[in-house]
């Protein structure tokens, strides 16, 4: 009989808080809620389902998506930053103990539609398809960044990460802030910087590179791996190999590298229960706007992965409970999550 263990806290240093890491829990018995299988809509005859973001689709205000045949972006319909210049808006003023505090947020929204075929994913895309998602993410950026202070690019895949919306599309939100993981990432960044005189997310990888048992994929520009102190069941942080601050900064070469490791890492994903694995991914690099005039070297650009599903395709994780009031918790440690994903194959579940 095994000898009985203490369950153990992981530090993370890019947000300043702990993760506890449970792992006899995995197994406790399971009665709550059960989801649906991740899969493409379909209508009654068997078909896709018209979606309102597809070539010719009508959207809920009413315009008509156009007949794209590529990558397509159009400004948000609903968005949650807008800019109408000075709207003389009477914000309430912070009092002497500064508890009311309010500010004007003003930016922009759009919608990346990745591929005209709304039962399309970057798992199932070509290469080259994907590699124009990669370029739309970068040139979007490129446009975007003089103006705003960041420019968030994100995905939400899947109903289970809350995206009314299942053709296969991203998100950008650039604003005149900086938002609050956003500043938290930069002050961690950049203490561990002056205190060490190294990036801190480029040590990192080069120390997980040397020991490997939470790395799931790597080529030659980029690298997938579990984080050691990853909160989800099935986090992932995809990094590039060598220092990149802002998405303005990687090669003709590395776009079509990032390409590939990109449709990997989800081809896996996708295999692990043999669904669209939903998940909600972000890239964060340093801050834009006035901050292109500033030092901002402790920056690594990376992208995060958090996928919610366990125990299956129907049962994700749901934080709840001492997770929302008290501290993060997780059931499997990393490395098993790591090796888990690593083993899958690369060739997607459908093509088999």
């Not at 005189?197 to 990192?204: A, D, F, I, S, T």
């Not at 090669?251 to 669209?276: H, P």
Request: hydrophobic share 35%; glycine share 6%.
């Amino acid at each position: 009989m095994a000898t009985p263990k203490n369950n153990k806290r992981r530090y993370n240093p890019l947000l300043d808080e702990w993760v506890i890491v449970a792992e006899n829990r995995v197994n406790r018995p399971w009665q709550g809620a059960v989801g649906t299988k991740p899969e493409p809509k379909k209508s009654d005859d068997g078909k896709p389902k018209e979606n309102p973001i597809a070539p010719g689709g009508q959207r809920a205000n009413g315009n008509m998506t156009p007949e794209y045949t590529s990558t397509y972006v159009f400004d948000n319909d609903f968005p949650s930053f807008t800019d109408f210049g000075a709207t003389g808006q009477n914000l309430q003023n912070s009092n002497e103990d500064g508890l009311f505090k309010e500010e004007e947020v003003r930016g922009t929204c759009r919608v990346i539609c990745y591929h005209p075929d709304s039962e399309k994913t970057l798992a199932t895309m070509t290469k080259e398809e994907a590699l124009g998602v990669v370029k739309v993410w970068t040139d979007q950026y490129k446009e975007l960044e003089p103006k705003w202070k960041w420019v968030q690019i994100f995905e939400n895949r899947g109903a289970a990460v809350g995206c009314s919306n299942l053709h296969p599309h991203g998100q950008l939100w650039a604003s005149n802030f900086l938002p609050t993981l956003a500043a938290k990432k930069d002050e961690t960044q950049r203490q561990y910087f002056e205190k060490t005189g190294k990036v801190m997310l480029v040590e990192y990888l080069q120390l997980e590179l040397a020991k490997k048992d939470r790395i799931v994929v790597s080529n030659q520009h980029w690298t997938v791996l579990v984080p050691f102190w990853a909160f989800w069941p099935f986090e992932t942080m995809l990094l590039p190999n060598r220092h990149v601050t802002r998405f303005t900064e990687i090669s003709e070469e590395e776009k079509l590298s990032l390409a590939e490791i990109l449709q990997e890492l989800i081809v896996k994903y996708d295999n692990i229960f043999e669904c669209y694995f939903p998940y909600s991914m972000g890239w964060l690099g340093a801050p834009s706007g006035d901050r292109l005039k500033e030092e901002n070297k402790h920056w690594q650009l990376h992208a995060s992965f958090h996928p919610p599903l366990l125990r299956s395709a129907t049962v994700p994780k749901y934080q709840a409970g001492y997770e929302v009031f008290a501290e993060k918790q997780r059931d499997i440690t990393p490395e098993f999550a790591a090796a888990h994903i690593r083993q899958q194959p690369t060739v997607h579940y459908t093509f088999k």
